[in-house]
């Protein structure tokens, strides 16, 4: 019969194409701020265990107290300080942490969430060992406004937290393609660490080298570990549908 119905065209849905990429921080530029870092805080070391830094430090702690050698500022100061400086305590920084680690594994980058996790435990070994090494005892001329233990040089809450915000920072800011976006999450976990650093000295625990040197060695040893240990994170930059031909 001649009237027969033309044959129905069914498009079948496009298909969904995920794209790998690399993306990753410079490692030239990693190893060169870690080189520069490490030179910073062998020169505050070395300053440190020749005497050179007793006026620095002194002056560095009595900046902004008052008469009875409290800080200055409003009633409310001291507990945003408190709560600034808990951030790079031993709770939170590894809470983060192992949420950092947790999350790369889930993004099936295990290898990198070992190594954070190695990164951190070392760096946390290396600080430890110059604590000992110096042995230098924490200021007593000013009032602790908080229980600190242990000896002062280099801080361990500014070592640390460099270290592990940093580090998580690398970690992922290397999964984006936009410089923009890994400049601006590195430089939040830089500036965070730093808030933590000037935390302990306005608390009264360290003196200003012990945080200058725990933030250059915590720093200096997280991008030393993202030059030489980590490899460009691979992730997908964009799903591309691609329609299939008939």
């Known amino acids: 019969m001649p009237g027969a119905f033309p044959a129905l065209m069914v498009n079948s849905p496009p298909s969904i ?7 990753h921080v410079d490692r030239r530029k990693a190893l060169t701020l870690a080189i520069l870092l490490w030179l910073g805080f062998a020169v505050t070391t070395w300053c440190v265990a020749h ?4 006026a620095f430090d002194r002056a560095g702690l ?3 107290r008052q008469a009875d050698l409290y800080p200055s500022g409003p009633a409310g100061l001291l507990e945003a300080v408190r709560d600034i400086t808990a951030l790079g305590g031993v709770l939170l920084r590894n809470l983060f942490a192992l949420m950092a680690i947790v999350a790369l594994f889930f993004l099936r980058l295990r290898r990198e969430g070992i190594l954070l996790g190695m990164t951190i435990v070392l760096g946390w070994g290396v600080n430890t060992g110059l604590k000992l090494l110096v042995g230098r005892a ?21 070592f640390n937290s460099a270290l592990v915000y940093v580090t998580i920072a690398l970690a992922f800011a290397a999964m984006s393609p936009r410089s923009s976006v890994r400049m601006t999450i590195i430089g939040f976990a830089l500036l965070l660490s ?3 650093a000037w935390s302990r000295v306005w608390l009264g625990v360290h003196w200003p080298t012990d945080v200058i040197a725990g933030w250059l060695g915590g720093a200096g040893w997280a991008f030393l570990a993202s030059a030489l240990l980590y490899r460009p994170a691979v992730v997908a930059e964009r799903m591309m549908p691609e329609e299939e031909n008939d």
Do not use: K, Y
């Open 17 to 23: 194409t995920l794209r790998p990429v690399e993306r």
């Open 51 to 54: 005497g050179r830094t007793t």
């Open 62 to 64: 009595m900046l902004w």
């Open 138 to 158: 924490r200021p007593q001329i000013v009032p602790h406004l908080m229980d600190a233990g242990g000896n002062s040089f280099p801080s361990g809450h500014s």
């Open 194 to 196: 730093m808030l933590i």
